[in-house]
């Protein structure tokens, strides 16, 4: 079972975890973020990190898709799962995993955003460009 933060608890999240004032970020339903560092100024931020997830999200058995690789939050709480494309990152919370391990928080993080790779659902842009 995938365990869903609210839209608002998402977009805080983001906000503590992602550093550098300059970079768009946008977050998906199930805690998947695409990072946008430098995205031009008539470009529409929801609709390239769809595009982004489209290809980078689902998983695909024995390709780099089912690849990942966790981060320890420092300060916490929670993990962040990567994979096969830098700017897409997963959050992980303290209570949604009854085990802490690398493999099962990856994996766990890995069903997150192969579901938000399938859905689809933005629910957070993060506009930071200058105007």
């Known amino acids: 079972m995938i365990f869903v933060m609210s839209e608002q608890d ?5 906000r503590r975890i992602i550093r550098g ?3 768009s970020w946008v977050v998906f339903a199930h805690g998947t ?3 946008l560092p ?3 100024p008539g470009v529409d931020l929801a609709a390239q990190a769809v595009a982004i997830l489209r290809e980078y999200g689902p ?3 024995g390709s780099p898709a089912g690849d990942f690789g966790t ?4 300060p916490g709480p929670g993990w962040v799962v990567y994979g ?7 959050y992980v919370g303290p209570d949604e995993a009854s085990d802490s391990s690398d493999l099962a928080i990856g994996l766990y993080g890995r069903g997150k955003r192969d579901q938000d790779g399938r859905e689809l659902n933005v ?8 105007r």
């Open 10 to 14: 998402l977009a805080e999240t983001w």
């Open 21 to 23: 004032d300059g970079k």
């Open 33 to 35: 973020c695409v990072v």
């Open 38 to 40: 430098d995205p031009g």
């Open 59 to 61: 998983v695909r058995a």
């Open 71 to 74: 981060i320890t939050l420092d």
């Open 84 to 90: 096969h494309h830098d700017d897409v990152l997963t």
């Open 123 to 130: 629910v957070h842009v993060e506009d930071k460009r200058q």
